[in-house]
């Protein structure tokens, strides 16, 4: 059994190595993002919550965000995993782990630990019933969630004070200059995070505090693992789907309660306004462009829509509306847009102030559908300062051998190719996706099969289809935008008393 520890806690690793042998370590939270990619051979993971952060955390929630992220990332690459907690943690972060059907979760009441304790999970998985009686163990007391509830919207009303102080968009509290004190001021539950688990060995006493070794953080501290992700779709030529399945995931994304951007920079394929019945006069892609010919300086979040900004007297319009989640948000271009009315943009600034400014913007995640033509100011550049690029491919012989042609080009490029990956669209459904990988010489991100009703669906308004949505979710569940929707059946579950 290859193990990797992530406690963060060289006491507790070393005191660990008397027992059994472990394949690898990690110091902070960061580093666990790909980890299944640079360590293919591991196959359990012992993972504290108390594990440091690379951004030092004074928003303890944030921190728990991410830590549910990784462990919906890389549970669905088979790893399995071991979590040390304490009641310390908010019950809804131990339930959020629950459900992601992470049984083996050792929660204490003291923020010790038996070795022994760990020892017989790694060799004793628990099952779900024992883990769900276990975790009922640690559910509030009525007087309790209240109290859980009054603190947390006194850090909410705080948070909400320093961001409008800001005025900066979406800032980060770790890169603020001072701690939320509302934070240290409440419970438990809510802060207090360790940076040592006292250990108590059956062979000796290791129950003294130590201090976490002092690793250099230059390699992870460059980005946040749940900033907003720039994710971009693009093909070599039109017709291939980028607009639909990019629709598509942007719905799903935030039907799922994430704040998403969808961004528009296909000008010579306007779509969204069309497809979808969204379209502002002011706040567009379009107005954008035309501000920033005549001048440098822009303000992204004045050219942002919402459904809520639209409104349609046709009856039409108005149940197309009804049917976009109310956490998309968009800028598009306009119903009444031409192609060429799109001015130059001369400004060899701009992409760059256009990316900080997406960045800025407080969105879990942000989709962009780029132009065709990969040498264009909304193409390459864009590329390179995604975290995910979709290149959409059907499968059709001359396209495929194009794209061949193309991806040799792109290695001798800045592009980083880790971010890059192929979904074949309107594949038919006698079309296998290994035969489809042996063409392209690389393994595609995954098949979405061609649906006949896609046609009829769109006339309808309506972004995507049941059979290309449910693709889409298969997506959105790669890159951690897990379904806070939970069902009732397991809520009404897990609320009795």
């Known amino acids: 059994m290859s193990i990797l520890l992530a406690t963060g806690n060289p006491f507790l690793d070393n005191s660990l190595e008397e027992y059994f042998k472990w394949e690898h370590r990690?110091?902070?939270?960061?580093?666990?993002?790909?980890?299944?990619?640079?360590?293919?051979?591991?196959?359990?993971?012992?993972?504290?919550?108390?594990?440091?952060?690379?951004?030092?955390?004074?928003?303890?929630?944030?921190?728990?965000?991410?830590?549910?992220?990784?462990?919906?990332?890389?549970?669905?690459?088979?790893?399995?995993?071991?979590?040390?907690?304490?009641?310390?943690?908010?019950?809804?972060?131990?339930?959020?782990?629950?459900?992601?059907?992470?049984?083996?979760?050792?929660?204490?009441?003291?923020?010790?630990?038996?070795?022994?304790?760990?020892?017989d999970r790694i060799y004793h998985p628990k099952t779900k019933a024992e883990a769900e009686k276990e975790l009922m163990k640690y559910r509030p007391k009525k007087e309790d969630v209240n109290l859980y509830e009054e603190e947390e919207e006194e850090i909410k009303e705080k948070q909400k004070e320093e961001q409008a102080e800001e005025n900066k968009g979406f800032l980060f509290l770790s890169q603020k200059n001072k701690p939320l004190e509302?934070?240290?001021?409440?419970?438990?539950?809510?802060?207090?995070?360790?940076?040592?688990?006292?250990?108590?060995?059956?062979?000796?006493?290791?129950?003294?505090?130590?201090?976490?070794?002092?690793?250099?953080?230059?390699?992870?501290a460059h980005t946040r693992i749940d900033e907003s992700k720039l994710i971009s779709f693009w093909s070599a030529a039109p017709g291939q789907g980028k607009r639909t399945l990019s629709q598509s995931l942007a719905k799903v994304i935030a039907s799922r309660n994430y704040k998403v951007l969808y961004v528009e920079l296909d000008y010579f394929y306007p779509s969204f306004a069309w497809t979808s019945g969204l379209s502002h006069?002011?706040?567009?892609?379009?107005?954008?462009?035309?501000?920033?010919?005549?001048?440098?300086?822009?303000?992204?979040?004045?050219?942002?829509?919402?459904?809520?900004?639209?409104?349609?007297?046709?009856?039409?319009?108005?149940?197309?509306?009804?049917?976009?989640?109310?956490?998309?948000?968009?800028?598009?271009?306009?119903?009444?847009?031409?192609?060429?009315?799109?001015?130059?943009?001369?400004?060899?600034?701009?992409?760059?102030?256009?990316?900080?400014?997406?960045?800025?913007?407080?969105?879990?995640?942000?989709i962009l559908n780029l132009p065709n033509e990969i040498e264009h100011l909304f193409s390459f550049p864009v590329m390179l300062e995604s975290d995910e690029i979709f290149n959409i491919l059907t499968p059709h012989p001359g396209r495929i051998v194009r794209y061949g042609q193309l991806k040799k080009k792109l290695k001798n490029t800045p592009l980083n190719m880790t971010k890059w990956s192929t979904i074949f669209n309107q594949v038919h459904e006698e079309i296998q996706k290994d035969a489809l990988d042996s063409f392209i010489q690389e393994e595609?991100?995954?098949?979405?099969?061609?649906?006949?009703?896609?046609?009829?669906?769109?006339?309808?308004?309506?972004?995507?289809?049941?059979?290309?949505?449910?693709?889409?979710?298969?997506?959105?569940?790669?890159?951690?935008?897990?379904?806070?929707?939970?069902?009732?059946?397991?809520?009404?579950?897990?609320?009795?008393r």
């Open 26 to 119: 990690i110091e902070y939270l960061e580093e666990l993002e790909f980890i299944d990619q640079r360590f293919p051979e591991i196959q359990t993971i012992i993972l504290s919550m108390y594990i440091p952060s690379i951004h030092d955390e004074k928003d303890i929630h944030r921190k728990y965000k991410t830590i549910c992220y990784l462990l919906k990332q890389l549970k669905a690459s088979g790893i399995r995993f071991i979590v040390l907690a304490s009641d310390e943690i908010p019950f809804e972060v131990l339930e959020q782990i629950y459900l992601l059907d992470i049984y083996d979760l050792i929660i204490t009441d003291n923020g010790e630990i038996d070795i022994s304790t760990i020892l």
């Open 182 to 220: 509302s934070t240290e001021e409440a419970s438990r539950r809510q802060i207090a995070v360790k940076a040592n688990y006292r250990v108590i060995s059956r062979k000796q006493d290791l129950s003294s505090k130590v201090s976490i070794r002092d690793v250099s953080k230059e390699e992870y």
């Open 281 to 366: 006069p002011a706040k567009n892609i379009f107005q954008l462009a035309m501000h920033v010919s005549d001048q440098d300086e822009f303000d992204l979040k004045q050219y942002v829509a919402s459904p809520r900004d639209v409104f349609g007297s046709q009856k039409r319009i108005q149940q197309a509306i009804s049917k976009i989640p109310p956490k998309l948000d968009f800028m598009a271009l306009p119903s009444n847009f031409v192609v060429e009315e799109f001015p130059s943009i001369k400004s060899e600034q701009f992409i760059d102030h256009f990316i900080k400014g997406l960045k800025n913007l407080s969105y879990d995640a942000i």
């Open 444 to 496: 595609s991100r995954m098949v979405v099969p061609f649906d006949p009703k896609r046609a009829l669906l769109e006339l309808d308004l309506s972004l995507g289809s049941p059979m290309i949505d449910k693709k889409m979710a298969e997506l959105a569940d790669m890159f951690g935008f897990i379904d806070t929707t939970v069902p009732e059946k397991k809520k009404k579950f897990l609320s009795l």
